[in-house]
C-alpha cells in the first residue's frame, strides 16, 4: 500500500498525513509542479493554506499540475482523502459535492472534537463501527459545510455523508453538522478534522489512525 | 478592457463577517443599519472581455455560494448572473 501525499506551497500538514500513512504503509510527498502519481494506491491532498488561501480556500491549488492528475486518478476510481484544506480543495475541484464557508463564529478555531461515523462502509471508514465517535483534532476558520438543502438530502439517503460532529461539537455552523462527505462512488473522501494529527497517544488520541486503516483494507480488497 | 467583477455571497447563505458589521456599527452610533453582506470586487484588463463569465464560473467566483456582475467599464452595459 503506497499513500502519496500532496505538498503546495502553503501547506502545513503533510508531513503529519506522511507519518499518518506511513503507520500503515508506504507514503511518499507530491510536488504541485510534478504530474508523476509515482505509482501511489492512494492520494492524501494535506491541509494548511495551500497558495495562501487567495481568493477562496483551495481555489488556486486545484489548478496545479499535480492536482489534474490527481482528478484524473479519483475518475479513475482512484482513493483520494482530503484533509482539512484538501477537503476545501476536493470541493473547488468539483470532485466533492460542496463548499465550505467561513465560520459562523467568525474564528480560526483549533479544538479536539468528537466525530460520529455515519457510514462506516466506505474504503475511508471500513475499520470504524457504525456510530462510533473518534476523537480527533479540528483546526480552521473556514469549515462550514455547506450544500443546498435537496442536494443534502440527496447525500444523506445515499450515504454520502460519512462523518458527522457529535452533539455539541459542531463549532462550524455546518449544515446537519457534517464534517466529511464522499462522491457517489465513494473514493473520494473529505472532512475538516484532522485524523493524521490524532495517531500516537502522545497526543492523545490514536483513533484517527482508523481512517488510514480503512484505506489499506479497502487498497488490498479487505472488506471489513 | 477595464473590467470590474463584483462578487456577492448568494442570498440566503449566512455572511459571518457582514454580521460583523452589522453588530459593529451601532457600537459606533450608527442606527438602523440591516442585511450587510460583504463580497470581493476585482478588476482586471483584458483583451477579450467575453471570456470574462467564464473565468467568473471557473475561478474568480464560486456560483455554488456566490453571485458575480461584471461590469465593462469603458460605456458598455455589464452582465449579471
Known amino acids: 500500500m503506497k499513500f502519496g501525499v500532496l505538498r503546495f506551497p502553503g501547506s502545513c500538514d503533510e508531513v503529519d498525513a506522511q507519518l499518518a500513512a506511513g503507520r500503515v504503509g508506504e507514503a511518499v510527498l507530491l510536488w504541485h509542479r510534478d504530474r508523476d502519481l509515482q505509482g501511489c494506491d492512494a492520494i492524501i491532498v494535506p491541509g494548511g493554506f495551500s497558495y495562501g488561501d487567495y481568493l477562496r480556500a483551495g481555489a488556486i491549488a486545484r489548478f496545479s499540475p499535480m492536482m489534474e492528475e490527481v482528478i484524473a486518478f479519483a475518475r479513475d476510481g482512484g482513493l483520494v482523502l482530503g484533509i482539512c484544506n484538501g477537503f476545501q480543495v476536493l470541493c473547488e475541484a468539483g470532485l466533492l459535492p460542496g463548499a465550505l464557508l467561513q465560520n459562523t463564529n467568525r474564528r480560526f478555531t483549533s479544538r479536539q472534537v468528537r466525530l460520529e461515523v455515519v457510514n462506516s462502509e466506505t474504503p475511508f471508514t471500513l475499520a470504524c463501527a457504525p456510530g462510533e465517535l473518534l ?8 469549515g462550514r459545510y455547506y ?12 450515504g454520502q455523508v460519512v462523518v458527522r460532529y457529535a452533539p455539541g461539537d459542531c463549532f462550524n455552523g455546518s449544515a446537519r453538522d457534517i464534517a466529511g462527505v464522499c ?12 485524523p493524521e494529527h490524532a495517531v500516537d497517544p502522545l497526543t492523545g488520541s490514536t483513533d484517527g489512525l482508523r481512517i488510514f486503516e480503512s484505506m489499506a483494507m479497502a487498497a488490498e480488497g479487505v472488506r471489513g | 478592457m477595464r473590467v470590474r467583477v463584483l462578487v456577492r455571497p448568494k442570498a440566503g447563505i449566512l455572511d459571518p463577517q457582514g454580521v460583523a458589521v452589522e453588530q459593529a456599527l451601532p ?25 470574462v463569465d467564464e473565468m467568473c464560473r471557473k475561478l474568480l467566483a464560486n456560483p455554488l455560494v456566490e453571485d458575480y456582475e461584471v461590469q465593462l467599464l469603458d460605456g458598455a452595459a455589464g452582465t449579471a448572473s
Open chain 1, 135 to 142: 476523537s480527533v483534532p479540528a483546526k480552521h476558520g473556514s
Open chain 1, 147 to 158: 450544500a443546498p438543502d435537496d442536494q443534502i438530502d440527496a447525500m444523506e439517503a445515499a
Open chain 1, 183 to 194: 462522491n457517489q462512488a465513494g473514493n473520494v473522501f473529505g472532512l475538516m478534522p484532522h
Open chain 2, 27 to 51: 457600537a459606533l452610533g450608527f442606527g438602523g443599519v440591516t442585511d450587510v453582506r460583504i463580497g470581493r470586487l476585482i478588476e482586471l484588463e483584458v483583451d477579450d472581455p467575453a471570456q
